[in-house]
Structures are given as structure tokens and as C-alpha cells.
């Protein structure tokens, strides 16, 4: 079965960091491009970082906003994608969920949002 769980949410004052993870299983993370969304209260799930499979060379793609502040990444060996984000703002709280689809090796299909494999979301809250 095909699975994405996330982790590492929680509550962290402006300018201050966190990790989310991504635990993959049923696939292996290297072989499928991986995204990650957010879904603030009120509004609709935007697309925020995507890092690409091993045959387009794990290329990072980030959203305007975040670019400099958040990093993606992989470790194949625990099958897990990370989502770095320093230099939190209070307009980065949302759900934070990881994504992806058998049909994408690179981030152009991800970032359209419409995909096959959901994590359940995980919860970042950036107090001023």
C-alpha cells in the first residue's frame, strides 16, 4: 500500500525553524518526484516545494515566497523527503502535507496538485 506520513509540525515563534519529514512506504521515494503543500485556515492548498526523482536529478523547485527559507530534500535510505523552513513568518502557518503521483518523475506534473498519494498533513502555526 501506498503511503505518505508527514511529521514534525508545531507551534515556533517568527524567524525561528523547523523540519518536517515525509515517511514514505509501498515505493521507493527515489524513483517518484515528491511534493510539498500547504493549506493555510480560510484559503486553498498551494503548492511549496517539489524535489525531483533520481532520473531528473533530484531537482528542487520552490515557490516565490519561500525560495532562500525552505529546503527540500531526500534520504533514500530511511525512504523519507524533509522540508527544512527557516526564517518562519507568520503567513507560512498552514497544514503542511507531502504528495505525490506514480506518474511523475519530475516536478511538473506535482506542482499541479493533482495527485494520487496524500500524507494525512501536518500542523505549523508561526506566533508574531
Known amino acids: 500500500q501506498v503511503q505518505l506520513v508527514e511529521s514534525g509540525g508545531g507551534l515556533v515563534q517568527t524567524g525561528g525553524s523547523l523540519r518536517l519529514s515525509c515517511a514514505a512506504s509501498?515505493?521507493?521515494?527515489?524513483?517518484?518526484?515528491i511534493g510539498w503543500f500547504r493549506q493555510a485556515p480560510g484559503k486553498e492548498r498551494d503548492w511549496v516545494a517539489c524535489?525531483?526523482?533520481?532520473?531528473?536529478?533530484?531537482?528542487?523547485y520552490y515557490r516565490d515566497s519561500v525560495k532562500g527559507r525552505f529546503t527540500i530534500s531526500r534520504d533514500n535510505a530511511d525512504n523519507k523527503v524533509f522540508l527544512e523552513m527557516d526564517n518562519l513568518k507568520p503567513g507560512d502557518t498552514a497544514v503542511y502535507y507531502c504528495?505525490?503521483?506514480?506518474?511523475?518523475?519530475?516536478?511538473?506534473?506535482?506542482?499541479?496538485?493533482?495527485?494520487?498519494?496524500w500524507g494525512q498533513g501536518t500542523l505549523v502555526t508561526v506566533s508574531s
Open positions: 504528495a505525490t503521483d506514480v506518474y511523475y518523475t519530475d516536478c511538473a506534473g506535482i506542482i499541479t496538485g493533482i495527485l494520487d498519494v
Open positions: 509501498g515505493f521507493t521515494v527515489d524513483d517518484f518526484a
Open positions: 524535489i525531483g526523482s533520481k532520473s531528473v536529478h533530484h531537482s528542487p
